[in-house]
């Protein structure tokens, strides 16, 4: 933690065209898994309410959200 820092933002991108496209469906539940699964703290899981409560008094926001992009790559001519 910085004494001086009020907030930060962390963006993630995954690279998902080698999922099998039998499996994109799940894709959909993937932000809801980031955002509510649990959590372990020195080998011992962290109870669902104490997880929220310190989400509520320790990070300013928490956001999950999938987006997708089809830009074309030149170069192939495939998705990137």
Same mark, same amino acid.
């Given at each position: 933690?910085?004494?001086?820092?009020?907030?930060?933002? $962390?963006?993630? !991108?995954? &690279? +998902? %065209?080698?999922?099998?496209?039998?499996?994109?469906?799940? +894709? !959909? *539940?993937?932000? &809801?898994?980031?955002? %509510? $699964?649990?959590?372990?703290? @020195?080998?011992?899981? $962290?109870?669902? @309410?104490?997880?929220? @409560?310190?989400? &509520?008094?320790? *990070?300013?926001? +928490?956001? $999950?959200? +999938?987006?997708?992009?089809?830009? /074309?790559?030149? #170069?192939?001519? #495939?998705? /990137?």
């Amino acid at each position: 933690s910085f004494d001086t820092m009020k907030s930060a933002t $962390v963006g993630l !991108a995954l &690279r +998902l %065209d080698t999922v099998p496209e039998e499996l994109l469906p799940y +894709l !959909a *539940i993937l932000p &809801r898994l980031m955002s %509510d $699964v649990g959590v372990v703290h @020195d080998g011992a899981p $962290v109870r669902y @309410d104490e997880v929220r @409560d310190r989400l &509520r008094r320790e *990070i300013l926001g +928490l956001s $999950v959200y +999938l987006s997708t992009s089809f830009a /074309q790559n030149p #170069a192939k001519g #495939a998705p /990137q």
